[in-house]
């Protein structure tokens, strides 16, 4: 037996010295199943050298988050595969991109011999070109082979045996190749500046492959997900269409696929036999079927067979470069309605690495510490001669900084980029994603202002890096391009205030005692405070130019706390200051007053407390002030009416009392006036009559009084009325229906009296008409309820009479209606159940009824418990003859509860006059009883009282029952209830 083992166990080690294995992500290549390794491996543990096609596959996920894949891979000439493991190699990502779709020899040995996974990598010692491409040796970057002409490629559609679908015909993906919006040619002239084209492009298909998908994608490395195997995918889907295409003819080759991969689709290069006596080098891209849903990522996966990396942000993550289709392709692009989303230019790297910019096109900055005036042309479509790429590089290093212009353009592939801005980009030649975006917040936002540089009167953005000697000041703007100014020095870092001269040493010192006071060490993002950046460059920090004073701080949810600084009225060229969402506490420094350029004071949602200062008035050219959700107290200050700018005035809900001060009258430009959730006090300052210009009235949750004033009607552009939870009387102005633009009124929980005016179903575009909660009489305008905008209606508590008005069934707006607690009487609308949008219905507590089968059907549902609370007659009332009395008797009202009774009228004639004769105890009683009455005629009927209660600010009658005839023959006598 034992001879027997040690021959097996001899066998089985030179069977599997004789398996060649697959490895994985950024990682090395396996040999299908059904190849063999020959002699390439004499034993497990000696090196190995291979020989083959160098290729990067990169892998983009379908939900395009996270940091996507990258493959390296090597395919020699029998067609065996295997995944690389380069950490050990020393080359920077720049010479890998040079040998990507080269031939190369390479060093090194398995990384696990006796793993069972085909992504096993092999761990790569020396990795060389057989092409003799003169290498750097260095992490700098280098052009790539140019990729211009006429670069025709095929598209194969391969189906899976066990998948029958065809999602899109053949057609699609022929027109998929068009010389015209959005098609691949189309697309690829416009970004290379017709130095590329796809002319003679097709697509061929579809074609059955010879296995189930699950052939095709299995877990290879072990991981229990599923992976793309691409030798499997490639040789056949390849071979499919052997018969069909002549591959000689083609540069690259498309792989469309009629199901999901593994998540992802992929592009890159890979060797292809057919047709050909020994493997040749195509671009090829491996598309899933939601990958040409939309054509953003068919244009992706090309650039990347192209030979284009990604580019980033600074975060980690992949696609987030708003600027780039090889990051972030799908969100941003024009939309089609055959072909999807397409894609933005990429970016002037990515342009200079496939040879687009000639030397024209570029302007390397020299490294000699002078400052250097650069226009540099819009990269989509440019109009003129100037450069559309700055080169910035660093003293001492291969990274540098690239600038481009980028502006939303009224046709083109750029037509969706927002504004009209340099964008900067870091360049590390020796990282995967090479080129990151430059986002100065630091938010994970590469399209706002953070990542977009620009300039505007009075302000020149300035971007620094002092620990890289860059400086770059956009100085001015034209038609299509920016000029900018750009200085390389050797690192300047930060070390004291007295040392830098890029702002008054006093900026600086507030700036610093702002940090200390409100717990800098501890905030969210402190990034560069304190060095080695310089000031302009700390977060939250802008400035008016290179060398300009602090122009705007601007902090949100960042957590901050502890004080506001009086240094910070040192900042004499603030023009924001906007704090909010943190924790500051303490009063607001008078010392605020100096800053007479501040556009913008903004400390909403913190903690502050103590008086707003009087000598904010002294910032005349204040145009918004936010000091809203505070615990600030006290009076308003009078000299905020000396604010003659501010378009703005937010205090809501603090504990600031007292009257308005009647200077506010001055501020003629306010747009909003908002101060709810106060403790203010009288009334409405009749010098609020200057204002004409107001969208926003926000006054509610006070203590004011008086009437509403009809000044108010003066503002026709007033979008938003709030004057709830006060003490308002008198009655609604009228001239409240000038307001034709607004879209919400509430005056609830005031006490308001009087009709509604008609006039108020004049505000023509009104959704939002809070009334409710006062002592408002009469009947409902149908001119309110007819207006055609109007959404939700509330009426409720108030002492509203009459019908429910005919027409409110016909307006299809309304969506939420509350008409409860007022003494509405009479059937309810029958076309009340034809409304559409209706979801939330209360009409509890009023005189309605109702009997049409449709309405009952359509109440039940919507407000189910109305009739238990309707305030109506009994019915079914009779009268018979008892002894020597007469007995009453009805059907008492579902509503019984809430107090109330039946009163019990009687007269001689169906005419009257009638006479009360008693009441019952409550109204759950079905009988009255009267005494003996003498002879002749008498007739009876009932109503029904329920008193002021709760929400019900009256006394609800119903209407009188039919009067019921009554003959008596004795002698009459006193009426006496039983």
């Known amino acids: 037996m034992k001879p027997a083992f040690l021959h097996w166990v001899v066998s089985l080690v030179v069977l599997i010295s004789l398996i060649p294995f697959q490895s994985g992500r950024v990682h090395a290549a396996a040999l299908d199943a059904s190849s063999t390794a020959g002699g390439v491996l004499a034993s497990i543990n000696s090196p190995l050298s291979l020989q083959g096609w160098f290729h990067i596959l990169w892998g983009d996920p379908a939900d395009a988050v996270g940091e996507g894949e990258i493959f390296y891979l090597l395919v020699d000439d029998q067609g065996r595969s295997y995944y690389l493991d380069l950490g050990s190699a020393g080359k920077p990502f720049s010479e890998l991109l040079l040998l990507n779709g080269e031939r190369v020899s390479l060093q090194g040995t398995w990384s696990d011999i006796l793993r069972d996974s085909k992504r096993s990598p092999v761990l790569v010692e020396d990795i060389r070109s057989q092409e003799n491409i003169p290498l750097s040796g260095e992490d700098q970057s280098q052009p790539l082979p140019p990729v211009l002409g006429n670069q025709k490629y095929v598209s194969i559609l391969c189906k899976f045996s066990d998948f029958a679908v065809e999602p899109r015909n053949l057609a699609f993906f022929q027109g998929m190749y068009a010389n015209a919006f959005p098609g691949l040619d189309h697309y690829w002239r416009e970004l290379s500046y017709n130095q590329l084209d796809l002319l003679g492009s097709t697509a061929v298909g579809w074609f059955n492959l010879p296995q189930p998908r699950s052939y095709y994608i299995y877990d290879m490395d072990s991981d229990s997900d599923p992976d793309a195997d691409f030798a499997?995918?490639?040789?056949?889907?390849?071979?499919?269409?052997?018969?069909?295409?002549?591959?000689?003819?083609?540069?690259?080759?498309?792989?469309?696929?009629?199901?999901?991969?593994?998540?992802?689709?992929?592009?890159?290069?890979?060797?292809?036999?057919?047709?050909?006596?020994?493997?040749?080098?195509?671009?090829?891209?491996w598309i899933a079927d939601w990958?040409?849903?939309?054509?953003?990522?068919?244009?992706?996966?090309?650039?990347?067979?192209?030979?284009?990396?990604?580019?980033?942000?600074?975060?980690?993550?992949?696609?987030?470069?708003?600027?780039?289709?090889?990051?972030?392709?799908?969100?941003?692009?024009?939309?089609?309605?055959?072909?999807?989303?397409?894609?933005?230019?990429?970016?002037?790297?990515?342009k200079d690495l496939l040879g687009w910019l000639s030397a024209a096109d570029k302007f390397t900055v020299p490294q000699d510490g002078v400052v250097h005036t650069i226009t540099v042309e819009r990269l989509a479509n440019p109009q003129t001669a100037n450069p559309r790429l700055a080169i910035l590089p660093v003293i001492g290093s291969s990274r540098f900084y690239t600038l481009e212009t980028r502006q939303w353009l009224d046709g083109g592939y750029d037509k969706n980029i927002f504004g009209f801005q340099v964008v900067i980009h870091e360049v590390d030649p020796a990282r995967e994603n090479q080129a990151q975006v430059v986002d100065y917040d630091n938010n994970y936002d590469t399209r706002d202002d953070g990542a977009r540089w620009q300039t505007w009167p009075g302000l020149m953005e300035t971007f620094i890096d002092a620990t890289d000697g860059i400086s770059v000041t956009v100085s001015s703007v034209g038609e299509t391009n920016h000029t900018v100014r750009v200085k390389i020095t050797s690192p300047f870092p930060f070390s004291t205030c007295a040392s830098q001269n890029q702002m008054p040493p006093a900026s600086c010192e507030a700036l610093l005692a702002f940090y200390a006071s409100t717990g800098g060490g501890s905030w969210a993002n402190h990034l560069g405070w304190g060095g080695p950046e310089w000031p302009c460059r700390w977060y939250g920090v802008k400035c008016k130019d290179e060398f300009g004073d602090v122009t705007d701080l601007d902090y949100y949810q960042n957590g901050l706390s502890g004080t506001l600084p009086p240094q910070l009225g040192n900042l004499l060229q603030l023009r924001s200051l906007v704090i909010q969402y943190e924790g500051l506490t303490g009063s607001i420094p008078p010392q605020l007053g100096n800053l007479t350029n501040l556009n913008a004071l903004v400390l909403q949602h913190n903690q502050l407390t103590g008086n707003i200062p009087a000598e904010l008035g002294s910032m005349t050219a204040l145009a918004q002030l936010g000091l809203g959700w505070n615990q600030l107290s006290g009076s308003l200050p009078a000299s905020l009416g000396n604010l003659s700018n501010l378009y703005s005035l937010d205090l809501n809900y603090n504990q600031l009392s007292g009257s308005l001060p009647p200077s506010l009258g001055n501020l003629s430009n306010l747009l909003a006036l908002q101060v709810s959730g106060n403790q203010f006090s009288g009334s409405l300052p009749p010098e609020f009559s200057s204002f004409t210009k107001l969208t926003s009235f926000s006054v509610g949750h006070n203590q004011f009084s008086g009437s509403i004033p009809a000044f108010l009607g003066n503002n026709p552009s007033l979008f938003s009325l709030q004057l709830d939870n006060n003490n308002f009387s008198g009655e609604l102005p009228a001239e409240l229906g000038n307001l034709d633009n607004l879209w919400e009124i509430d005056v609830s929980y005031n006490q308001l009296s009087g009709s509604i005016p008609s006039a108020l179903g004049d505000m023509a575009n009104l959704h939002y008409a809070y009334l409710y909660h006062n002592q408002l009489s009469g009947p409902i305008p149908e001119s309110l309820v007819a207006i055609p905008t109007l959404d939700g209606l509330r009426l409720n508590e108030n002492a509203l009479e009459g019908p429910i008005p005919a027409n409110l069934g016909d307006n299809p707006a309304i969506s939420y209606l509350n008409l409860a607690n007022n003494k509405l009487a009479g059937e309810i609308p029958a076309n009340l159940a034809d409304l559409p949008e209706l979801y939330q219905l209360d009409l509890g507590y009023n005189s309605l009824s109702a009997t049409e089968p449709g309405l009952l059907a359509f109440l039940s549902?919507?407000?189910?418990?109305?009739?238990?609370?309707?305030?109506?007659?009994?019915?079914?009332?009779?009268?018979?003859?008892?002894g020597a009395d007469i007995r009453l008797t009805w059907t008492p009202i579902l509503y019984t509860g809430d107090g109330g009774n039946y009163e019990i009228s009687a007269a001689s004639s169906p005419g009257g006059p009638f006479a009360v004769i008693g009441s019952t105890a409550n109204k759950s009683v079905s009988e009255f009883v009267a005494g003996e009455l003498g002879s002749g005629s008498y007739f009876f009927r009932l109503r029904t009282l329920t008193p002021?209660?709760?929400?019900?600010?009256?006394?609800?009658?119903?209407?009188?029952?039919?009067?019921?005839?009554?003959?008596?023959?004795?002698?009459?006598?006193?009426?006496?209830i039983r």
Do not use: K
């Open 861 to 882: 549902v919507e407000d189910s418990d109305w009739a238990q609370t309707q305030t109506v007659a009994p019915t079914n009332l009779q009268t018979a003859q008892q």
């Open 291 to 350: 990958g040409y849903a939309d054509i953003s990522v068919v244009e992706h996966e090309m650039g990347h067979s192209f030979g284009l990396p990604h580019s980033s942000g600074m975060y980690g993550e992949t696609y987030d470069n708003y600027w780039d289709v090889m990051s972030m392709d799908r969100q941003w692009g024009l939309p089609d309605s055959t072909y999807g989303r397409t894609g933005q230019h990429t970016i002037a790297y990515h």
């Open 948 to 976: 002021q209660h709760g929400n019900q600010q009256s006394d609800l009658w119903s209407s009188y029952t039919n009067s019921v005839p009554y003959q008596a023959w004795a002698t009459f006598l006193p009426v006496a």
């Open 232 to 285: 499997r995918l490639t040789a056949d889907c390849t071979a499919a269409a052997d018969a069909s295409v002549y591959f000689p003819d083609f540069e690259g080759v498309s792989l469309m696929f009629n199901a999901d991969l593994d998540g992802y689709s992929y592009g890159g290069g890979y060797p292809i036999s057919l047709d050909s006596p020994t493997p040749q080098n195509y671009g090829v891209t």
